[in-house]
């Protein structure tokens, strides 16, 4: 079995301050994802990666960029933080877009 | 672009009861067909999928597909207090990503 590591797992930031969130993945799978999480709620995509340097952008990409230098890892940062988007991201992997993702167990940010 | 929707929003169950979780997607074309299951404080975890009409059934799980109604559910016969948590839908076609629904809170009471 693989796993996947995010780092950190709090995250607390200043309103306007650039944030960088990591995720690896040892499955060796093709594809990466970042979800934003609101309390309680469904995931909304903000980025993916069907492979090394490769981005495509979500429903919620705006206000984030997103990096994937290797294929092990993806990495997303919020550009100027805000209070509003204060929120559990998730990192996925899968084999494909129609494939089980796995997940890792999420960064909780705080904007003060 | 594709809409996946939930419902309910949260239910209440007692013990031993068989549990009915619905999503509606919007995609014809949609091909793959999923349920995750997210305990309080966890990370999402696949509990089932498919790809085409009609019924899968593992253990006490069943996913119930109709593409000519664009629904899917998920079933859970003689629920348990562990099933207790947020339950996930997500569809996608071949060549995109899964869409999330907002979710349904599932309680089981004893």
């Known amino acids: 079995g693989g796993i996947i590591t995010q780092t950190p797992k709090f995250l607390i930031g200043q309103e306007g301050q650039k944030l960088t969130l990591k995720c690896q993945q040892n499955?060796?799978?093709?594809?990466m994802y970042w979800y934003r999480q609101d309390s309680g709620k469904g995931l909304r995509l903000i980025y993916y990666?069907?492979?090394?340097?490769?981005?495509q952008k979500g429903d919620l990409s705006e206000g984030y960029d997103a990096s994937r230098e290797k294929k092990s890892s993806f990495s997303l940062t919020v550009t100027s933080a805000q209070k509003n988007e204060m929120a559990v991201f998730l990192c996925?992997?899968?084999?494909?877009?129609?494939?089980?993702?796995?997940f890792g167990p999420g960064t909780r940010l705080t904007v003060l | 672009q594709q809409k996946v929707q939930q419902s309910p929003e949260s239910l209440i169950v007692p013990e031993g009861a068989m549990t009915s979780l619905n999503c509606t997607f919007s995609d014809s074309a949609s091909q793959y067909f999923a349920w995750y299951r997210q305990h309080s404080g966890k990370a999402p975890k696949a509990l089932m999928s498919i790809f085409s009409n009609g019924e899968k059934e593992e253990g006490r799980f069943t996913i119930h597909l109709n593409k000519a109604s664009l629904h899917f559910s998920l079933h859970i016969r003689d629920s348990q207090p562990s099933d207790s948590a947020l339950y996930l839908c997500a569809a996608a076609n071949s060549g995109t990503y899964q869409r999330f629904g907002t979710g349904t809170k599932l309680q089981v009471v004893p």
């Open positions: 990666s069907i492979t090394e340097n490769d981005l």
């Open positions: 996925a992997s899968s084999t494909g877009g129609a494939r089980e993702q796995y």
């Open positions: 499955f060796n799978h093709d594809t």
